[in-house]
């Protein structure tokens, strides 16, 4: 592999926050390339990478988040990589933690850090879901137990603690594909769960590395509104507990669904 680390941008379809993404991940105080990937090419999207010096991969067929995901991961030519969210800009300081985080921990896995919504083109601050997020990522910043398959287990069993862009994947160790399953919504839930299972050190930094950004026309509110997000959601708690225990946890869980609205 040659590069230790590589932004490969999920581009679909002309966002108009695709170029904040962009200068987000050129304005790194590290630098690591940044590639673009896409299944919906265009003249916009051409254009920006033009515009940065970006390579631009397109995938024949139709769009669909996993065979995306899977090609962006492929066409990245790092030890590292990072499917970053066209929606969404990065901390300056990401590749630095994330490459601080990796000489300390060559068996890490998975890297991931807090983040911050951003809605309406406002912080949201004081959200009571992403304090319960930062309590369930606890167990991963005690490098004497994050490599315990257990341990990795914690933070998902009450719902996906892991922000998806905010995370980083170790190519090296992991191979390809990466994601396995078909879902719309819980894509990343399943693959975490089931990267937690394999050998290997997911490591979180508490730090916002990450401004997630909520928006109408993202998948998330598209999967709430068809009700995908809430079937899935409980395939996935039915995977660590009885159905009396999902119905349960089902309850305050869909009040997260709110941030969209």
């Given amino acids: 592999m040659?590069?230790?680390?590589?932004?490969?941008?999920?581009?679909?379809?002309?966002?108009?926050?695709?170029?904040s993404c962009i200068r987000s991940l050129m304005g790194q105080r590290a630098k690591s390339p940044v590639i673009l990937c896409t299944s919906t090419p265009s003249p916009y999207i051409n254009g920006l990478a033009g515009k940065y010096g970006i390579p631009v991969f397109v995938r024949d067929g139709a769009s669909n988040m996993r065979d995306d995901w899977n090609f962006a991961y492929h066409m990245a030519d790092g030890e590292l990589v990072t499917?970053?969210?066209?929606?969404?800009?990065?901390?300056?300081?990401?590749?630095a933690e994330l490459l601080k985080a990796y000489r300390r921990h060559p068996d890490m896995t998975l890297f991931t850090s807090d983040y911050v919504i951003v809605k309406n083109?406002?912080?949201?601050?004081?959200?009571?879901?992403?304090?319960?997020?930062?309590?369930?990522?606890?167990?991963?910043?005690?490098?004497?137990?994050?490599?315990?398959?257990?341990?990795?287990?914690?933070p998902l069993m009450f719902g996906n603690?892991?922000?998806?862009?905010?995370?980083?994947?170790?190519?090296?160790?992991?191979?390809e594909p990466l994601f396995q399953e078909d879902y719309k919504f819980a894509l990343d839930w399943a693959n975490l769960l089931a990267l937690a299972q394999r050998k290997g050190r997911f490591i979180c930094v508490e730090r916002p590395l990450l401004y997630y950004r909520v928006h109408d026309g993202a998948t998330t509110k598209q999967c709430i509104v068809n009700n995908d997000r809430a079937g899935e959601e409980e395939e996935m708690f039915r995977r660590f507990w009885p159905e009396a225990v999902v119905k349960l946890l089902m309850k305050p869980y869909r009040t997260a669904y709110d941030e969209y609205q």
């Fill in 2 to 19: 040659k590069h230790k680390h590589v932004f490969a941008i999920c581009a679909y379809k002309d966002s108009p926050y695709l170029e």
């Fill in 83 to 95: 499917i970053a969210h066209q929606d969404d800009v990065y901390h300056k300081d990401y590749v």
């Fill in 121 to 154: 083109g406002a912080l949201i601050t004081g959200d009571k879901m992403l304090l319960v997020k930062r309590l369930l990522r606890l167990p991963l910043r005690f490098p004497a137990l994050n490599d315990r398959v257990w341990v990795k287990k914690l």
């Fill in 161 to 175: 603690s892991i922000c998806c862009p905010a995370s980083t994947y170790q190519k090296r160790l992991l191979g």
